[in-house]
């Protein structure tokens, strides 16, 4: 269906109002747990966040963030930003990368489509390179799924692999990543017992090498692209098992951040560059921490770093990264089609949108919020403004991020009463939680909490309505736990600190003067997730949310 064909008009409210300023406030990694020690959020001083809790159950509620919730494969996998993002503008839920590639391999599909078929052409003369995040996180990548995508391009005629790796920590245990790669071997060595010359190439930390995400360094970008395309790394270790576990001896190392290294033969040369005539395929499936790769990849004219050599290859990512932009023009598998969002409707509605993060997550609020689309619907109603983030550090260092800046220029804009939705996204608990280092992240808790407070107060003066809430778990919980909750010990009786998300619910509260007398959580959407949001924010702005969205959390009590 073509835009202009869509009924964007949305029915009047039958009992809110129109014409009230909604601050949206999303709080990255922020979930509820049980209170302990290894809760940040629970050992930091959050006065605002603790006084909406009090509004439970009508004003403060839980809803689900993770698995089947947000349209990803099972109830084991953890919430992430790009699902629970999709899912609060979006209004549905939408099977998610990691399903629609788990299908695409089970039924073999992948193996018989364009983007499959357009890479093939090179197996004959060429190798085939697969780049992209090894771990079982689930969030960027899954291994089981490179390991069906190895054995299915062996199958397919592939001669000659290579692998590029990109060590996690941040979605599954720091330290786990030489585990992942004794795994890879071993499945190289079953291609190799096949006869496919199949090996590990090069390698790095995804936070150091290849993963950056918004344009935010890309230095990052360039290291892999080195040790990737020109085979040049200032470590190289004929096995990429020693190089993970030597990398990791230095002081300090972890999965997150090793420095890049390329893998070589005996008489020192690069066992894997890519070369014209070669095959790459990138093999996450979610989006923002591969389009600037795909963009060097890809395009021909590109200027953000020199690629030194630029091979004639056949390129095809897991997903296409971005509709719009049609990035990659090959892939291996289609995206969710998510239309009909949250905020194009609004803006149809006459509601003017401000929308606001710093880099690192100014995609979050923008791009996934909008259904995997760069840019405003129409940039006379909309404005959106990215704070340039740090660079070049670990967000443990300066904890309080740019909350600060982003809750001014929500304020300012509030105040301004140019603007119906203003949208933050507070990045501090996900970011700093993601270091494992637990100070930090109580002090990063407290100043999403110090920016929620300023949030609120602008609220307060123009008479309007906030909704406040999270896009998945991560400061909440900061220690790998056994099945009974305790923290789990390793081998040596220490706690194992847990960089990731979780499987948390997250807090939605809403409130402010501009809410009418008798709104309040409905009782009957006990299992209520992100998805359910954004029919509650169109009914806060005046409107009927369209009849096939989640349904809204609230109702409006007659009294
Ligand atoms: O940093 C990221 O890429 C992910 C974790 O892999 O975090 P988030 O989903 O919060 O962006
Ligand atoms: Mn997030
Ligand atoms: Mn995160």
Request: proline share 5%.
């Amino acid at each position: 269906m073509g835009s202009s064909e869509i009924a964007w008009k949305l029915a009047d409210h039958p009992k809110l109002p129109k014409g009230k300023t909604v601050a949206v406030v999303v709080l990255d990694g922020w979930g509820e747990a049980n209170p302990d020690k290894y809760n940040c959020i629970h050992v930091a001083e959050t006065p605002a966040m603790d006084s909406l809790k009090k509004g439970a159950p009508d004003r403060w509620r839980l809803v689900r963030a993770h698995g089947k919730a947000v349209g990803l494969p099972t109830e084991d996998d953890m919430g992430n930003s790009e699902v629970g993002h999709n899912a609060l503008g979006a209004g549905r839920i939408y099977a998610q990368g990691a399903k629609l590639v788990d299908l695409a391999l089970a039924s073999g599909k992948i193996f018989e489509g364009e983007g499959f078929n357009y890479i093939k052409e090179c197996f004959d003369q060429g190798t085939l390179h697969l780049i992209g995040l090894l771990s079982d996180g689930g969030v960027h990548s899954r291994l089981d799924q490179l390991q069906l995508l190895l054995k299915g391009a062996g199958e397919n005629g592939a001669k000659r692999i290579r692998v590029h790796i990109l060590t996690d920590g941040r979605d599954v245990l720091d330290g786990s990543s030489v585990g992942f790669v004794e795994a890879l071997e071993n499945d190289l060595l079953m291609l190799r017992e096949k006869g496919v010359d199949a090996q590990i190439a090069s390698g790095g930390g995804r936070m150091y090498v290849t993963m950056d995400r918004y344009e935010n360094d890309w230095g990052v970008v360039k290291r892999g692209w080195d040790a990737q395309v020109l085979g040049e790394a200032p470590h190289k270790f004929q096995s990429a098992v020693e190089a993970v576990k030597k990398l990791r001896e230095v002081p300090k190392a972890n999965d997150q951040y090793l420095p890049p290294f390329v893998i070589v033969d005996k008489s020192g040369k690069a066992v894997g560059p890519i070369v014209d005539g070669d095959a790459v395929v990138t093999f996450n499936f979610r989006a923002d921490r591969m389009v600037m790769l795909a963009k060097a990849l890809e395009y021909e004219d590109f200027d953000k770093f020199d690629r030194v050599r630029v091979p004639k290859i056949r390129y095809a990512g897991m997903l296409q990264y971005d509709g719009e932009l049609k990035l990659p023009s090959q892939y291996l598998v289609s995206p969710p089609e998510i239309e009909r969002t949250s905020g194009e409707y609004l803006v149809h509605n006459g509601i003017r949108t401000f929308a606001c993060s710093e880099t690192v997550k100014f995609g979050h609020v923008t791009f996934f919020w909008n259904g995997n689309r760069s840019g405003c619907f129409d940039p006379t109603m909309e404005e959106y403004v990215e704070i340039p983030s740090d660079s070049g550090i670990t967000f443990n260092v300066k904890p309080n991020m740019k909350a600060l800046e982003i809750a001014e220029k929500a304020r300012d804009a509030i105040l301004s009463r140019k603007f119906d939705q203003v949208r933050v996204n507070l990045p501090n608990g996900d970011m700093v939680g993601h270091t494992g280092d637990i100070e930090a992240t109580i002090v990063a808790c407290k100043a999403a909490d110090d920016a929620v407070k300023m949030i609120l107060d602008a609220i307060e003066q123009v008479g309007g309505i906030y909704v406040v809430t999270a896009d998945h778990g991560n400061a909440e919980d900061m220690v790998k736990r056994n099945k009974s909750g305790q923290p789990q010990l390793d081998k040596n009786g220490n706690i194992q600190i847990l960089t990731s998300h979780t499987l948390q619910p997250v807090p939605v509260a809403i409130g402010g003067p501009g809410l009418a007398p008798g709104v309040r959580f409905r009782k009957d959407v006990p299992s209520g997730g992100l998805a359910n949001i954004a029919a509650t924010v169109m009914n806060l702005h005046g409107f009927e949310a369209p009849s096939d969205y989640e349904p809204t959390l609230v109702e409006v009590a007659d009294n």
